[in-house]
C-alpha cells in the first residue's frame, strides 16, 4: 500500500525540495498544491531574485556617483526600465521553477491540484470541491511581509518591500520601519531613485548577527554615502496622517519626538503565509516551539512545517534543506526509524551597500564562540590593509577570522566587496574543520581574496607563536 504526502505550497523552494525528493521513492504518492499565480515561490517573485535585479541599477548610479575620473551629468535611475527588465527576468525564473513542478506532476504516482489547500480537521484537507486524506502533510506555504500592529498604522498607506520592488514612481521622502535584511539592501536603493530617507534602528547598530564592528562600519558607511538618516536607540509609537504625508511618532533614547515624510516604509520582516490554511481547525497552533528542528509539527508526528512557514529561518538555502530533511523524515516515520534533526551551520549574506558592501557570515562569529563557550583566537583585518581594495568601487571594510585554539577554522565575516562571492570558500574551510595552518599560503594574481590570505596568516602566526 502506497504512502499519501500531500504538499500543500508545491512552487516554494521548500515544497519543490520536498517533492523532488519524495517523487522518486518507491512506495510514495503525491499530490502537490499551489494555486499561486503566476507560481514560482517567493524568492522567485518577491524575494532574493528580483531584489537583486532593482539593486544593480542603483549599484551603477552609486559607482558613478563615486568615481571621480567620470565626468558629466549624473544618470538618473530609470523605474519604469527597471521594473520592465525586473519583471521579463522573474517571469523567465518562475517559467523554469513552473516547468520543474509539471514536470514532476507528469509521474503515474505524482498528481497537481493548482487550487487552495485548507484543514478541514487534523488529517483531512479541502482541496477545491475535494477532500484529501493524506497519510502525511508538508506545509511549505511560505510568508508574506509583516507590518507590525502600530496604533493608527491602519489610517496611512504603507509600502512593503513588495510595493517597493514594483514601484515606477517613488515620494521625494519616507521614514522606512525596520532596518534588518530588508532595510539593508532596498534603503540604499531608494535612495539612489531619489527618496531623502529618515531610518528608523531599534538597537545601537544593524546586523544583529554580526559582531559590533561590523554593524558600526556599515552604519556609518550608510550615513555617509547615501542620503540617509538613520535613528538609533529608537522605537515607533504611532502612526498619523498628514496631508498627503505621514508623521511617525517615535521614541529616541527615551524622547518622544515625530518624524514627517511623504510615504511610510515598512521592512519590518515576514511572517508565515498561514492564513486560509485553517490551522484552528486542526491541533496546530502556530507559536513558538510548534515545529521540532525534525521538521515535524510538535501536536502532530503526520504533519511536517518547512521554510517560512515554520518561523525558523527564512531563507532561501535554509528551506531547501529543510524540505530535503522533512522528506527523509517523513520516510523515517514511515518506517518506524529515528528521526533525523536539521543542523545549519550559520551561512547568511545580506547585499548591503547595493551588494558592493555586502556582509556575510558563515560559522562562528566572535560573540556566539564567546556563548558557547568555546576558547578561541580572532583575527580583524581592515580592507584597507590589502591595497588591491583602492581599486574597487567600494574600498571600505574589514573581515574578521574566528578559530578554535586547537586551528580548526570555526567562523568568517566579511563586510566588503566581493565577501558575497567569498562565502562559499569560507564555507567549506568551516564546514570540513579545516585547521587554519593547513590552508595554503600560495601567491596568486593579487584579487580581494587577498583578504582571506591575511586572516589566515595571521591566525596561524597567533596559534604558532
Same mark, same amino acid.
Given at each position: @500500500?502506497?504512502?499519501?504526502?500531500?504538499? +500543500?505550497?508545491?512552487?516554494?523552494?521548500?515544497?519543490?525540495?520536498?517533492? !523532488?525528493?519524495?517523487?522518486?521513492?518507491?512506495?510514495?504518492?503525491?499530490?502537490?498544491?499551489?494555486?499561486?499565480?503566476?507560481?514560482?515561490?517567493?524568492?522567485?517573485?518577491?524575494?532574493?531574485?528580483?531584489?537583486?535585479?532593482?539593486?544593480?541599477?542603483?549599484?551603477?548610479?552609486?559607482?558613478?556617483?563615486?568615481?571621480?575620473?567620470?565626468?558629466?551629468?549624473?544618470?538618473?535611475?530609470?523605474?519604469?526600465? +527597471?521594473?520592465?527588465?525586473?519583471?521579463?527576468?522573474?517571469? *523567465?525564473?518562475?517559467?523554469?521553477?513552473?516547468?520543474?513542478?509539471?514536470?514532476?506532476?507528469?509521474?503515474?504516482?505524482?498528481?497537481?491540484?493548482?487550487?487552495?489547500?485548507?484543514?478541514?480537521?487534523?488529517?483531512?484537507?479541502?482541496?477545491?470541491?475535494?477532500?484529501? %486524506? =493524506?497519510?502525511?502533510?508538508?506545509?511549505?506555504?511560505?510568508? #508574506?511581509?509583516?507590518?507590525?500592529?502600530?496604533?493608527?498604522?491602519?489610517?496611512?498607506?504603507?509600502?512593503?518591500?513588495?510595493?517597493?520592488?514594483?514601484?515606477?514612481?517613488?515620494?521625494?521622502?519616507?521614514? +522606512? @520601519?525596520?532596518?534588518?535584511?530588508?532595510? @539593508? %539592501?532596498?534603503?540604499?536603493?531608494?535612495?539612489?531613485?531619489?527618496?531623502?530617507?529618515?531610518? #528608523? %534602528?531599534?538597537?545601537?547598530?544593524?546586523?544583529?548577527?554580526?559582531? =559590533?564592528?561590523?554593524?558600526?562600519?556599515?552604519?556609518?558607511?550608510?550615513?555617509?554615502?547615501?542620503?540617509?538618516?538613520? /535613528?538609533?536607540?529608537?522605537?515607533?509609537?504611532?502612526?498619523?496622517?498628514? *496631508?498627503?504625508?505621514?508623521?511617525?511618532?517615535?521614541?529616541?533614547?527615551?524622547?518622544?519626538?515625530?518624524?514627517?515624510?511623504?510615504?511610510?516604509?515598512?521592512?519590518?520582516?515576514?511572517?508565515?503565509?498561514?492564513?486560509?490554511?485553517?490551522?484552528?481547525?486542526?491541533? /496546530?497552533?502556530?507559536?513558538?516551539?510548534? +515545529?521540532?528542528?525534525?521538521? !515535524?509539527?510538535?501536536?502532530?508526528?503526520?504533519?511536517?512545517?518547512?521554510?517560512?512557514?515554520?518561523?525558523?529561518?527564512?531563507?532561501?538555502?535554509?528551506?531547501? %534543506? !529543510?524540505?530535503?530533511?522533512?522528506?527523509?523524515?517523513?520516510?523515517?516515520?514511515?518506517?518506524?526509524?529515528?528521526?533525523?534533526?536539521?543542523?545549519?551551520?550559520?551561512?547568511?549574506?545580506?547585499?548591503?551597500?547595493?551588494?558592493?558592501?555586502?556582509?556575510?557570515?558563515?560559522?562562528?562569529?566572535?560573540?556566539?564562540?564567546?556563548?558557547?563557550?568555546?576558547?578561541?583566537?580572532?583575527?580583524?583585518?581592515?580592507?584597507?590593509?590589502?591595497?588591491?581594495?583602492?581599486?574597487?568601487?567600494?574600498?571600505?571594510?574589514?573581515?574578521?577570522?574566528?578559530?578554535?585554539?586547537?586551528?580548526?577554522?570555526?567562523?568568517? !565575516?566579511?563586510?566588503?566587496?566581493?565577501?558575497?562571492? @567569498?562565502?562559499?570558500?569560507?564555507? &567549506?574551510?568551516?564546514?570540513?574543520?579545516?585547521? &587554519?595552518?593547513?590552508?595554503?599560503?600560495?601567491?596568486?594574481?593579487?584579487?580581494?581574496?587577498?583578504?582571506?590570505?591575511?586572516?589566515?596568516?595571521?591566525?596561524?602566526?597567533?596559534?604558532?607563536?
Amino acid at each position: @500500500m502506497s504512502t499519501h504526502v500531500a504538499v +500543500v505550497g508545491a512552487y516554494g523552494s521548500a515544497g519543490v525540495a520536498v517533492a !523532488q525528493r519524495l517523487a522518486d521513492e518507491p512506495g510514495v504518492r503525491l499530490t502537490l498544491v499551489d494555486d499561486g499565480d503566476p507560481g514560482g515561490g517567493l524568492c522567485i517573485l518577491r524575494g532574493c531574485m528580483p531584489s537583486k535585479e532593482v539593486l544593480s541599477a542603483a549599484e551603477h548610479r552609486f559607482a558613478a556617483r563615486h568615481d571621480d575620473r567620470l565626468t558629466g551629468p549624473l544618470p538618473e535611475v530609470d523605474l519604469e526600465r +527597471v521594473v520592465e527588465r525586473k519583471n521579463e527576468h522573474t517571469a *523567465d525564473f518562475a517559467a523554469h521553477r513552473r516547468a520543474a513542478v509539471d514536470r514532476l506532476a507528469d509521474r503515474e504516482n505524482v498528481d497537481f491540484l493548482r487550487e487552495r489547500a485548507r484543514f478541514v480537521d487534523d488529517h483531512r484537507l479541502a482541496v477545491g470541491d475535494r477532500t484529501l %486524506e =493524506p497519510d502525511y502533510v508538508v506545509v511549505a506555504t511560505g510568508s #508574506v511581509p509583516n507590518v507590525p500592529d502600530l496604533p493608527g498604522i491602519d489610517d496611512v498607506d504603507v509600502a512593503t518591500s513588495a510595493d517597493v520592488l514594483d514601484a515606477t514612481d517613488l515620494p521625494e521622502t519616507g521614514v +522606512v @520601519m525596520g532596518f534588518g535584511y530588508v532595510g @539593508m %539592501e532596498l534603503v540604499p536603493y531608494l535612495s539612489e531613485a531619489g527618496v531623502e530617507l529618515t531610518v #528608523v %534602528e531599534h538597537d545601537a547598530r544593524p546586523l544583529d548577527e554580526a559582531d =559590533p564592528p561590523f554593524g558600526d562600519a556599515l552604519l556609518s558607511y550608510y550615513r555617509e554615502h547615501f542620503d540617509v538618516t538613520v /535613528l538609533t536607540h529608537t522605537d515607533e509609537r504611532r502612526v498619523d496622517p498628514t *496631508d498627503g504625508g505621514v508623521r511617525l511618532t517615535v521614541a529616541e533614547d527615551g524622547e518622544e519626538r515625530t518624524v514627517e515624510a511623504d510615504r511610510l516604509f515598512a521592512f519590518t520582516g515576514r511572517r508565515p503565509a498561514l492564513e486560509g490554511v485553517d490551522l484552528d481547525r486542526t491541533a /496546530l497552533p502556530p507559536e513558538p516551539g510548534w +515545529v521540532a528542528d525534525t521538521m !515535524q509539527a510538535r501536536d502532530d508526528e503526520r504533519v511536517f512545517v518547512v521554510g517560512d512557514a515554520n518561523r525558523k529561518e527564512p531563507i532561501l538555502h535554509v528551506a531547501k %534543506e !529543510q524540505g530535503a530533511v522533512a522528506a527523509e523524515n517523513i520516510l523515517a516515520h514511515r518506517d518506524g526509524d529515528s528521526l533525523t534533526d536539521y543542523a545549519n551551520v550559520h551561512h547568511h549574506v545580506v547585499f548591503s551597500g547595493l551588494g558592493l558592501l555586502p556582509y556575510a557570515r558563515v560559522g562562528h562569529s566572535a560573540e556566539s564562540a564567546r556563548e558557547a563557550g568555546i576558547d578561541h583566537a580572532v583575527v580583524t583585518r581592515e580592507t584597507a590593509s590589502d591595497g588591491v581594495f583602492r581599486t574597487k568601487n567600494v574600498p571600505a571594510g574589514l573581515g574578521r577570522l574566528v578559530v578554535d585554539t586547537d586551528g580548526t577554522v570555526l567562523g568568517w !565575516q566579511g563586510l566588503h566587496y566581493h565577501a558575497d562571492a @567569498m562565502a562559499k570558500t569560507m564555507q &567549506v574551510a568551516v564546514e570540513t574543520g579545516l585547521d &587554519v595552518r593547513e590552508i595554503p599560503d600560495r601567491a596568486y594574481h593579487p584579487t580581494t581574496p587577498e583578504i582571506l590570505d591575511g586572516l589566515v596568516r595571521e591566525a596561524a602566526d597567533r596559534l604558532d607563536g
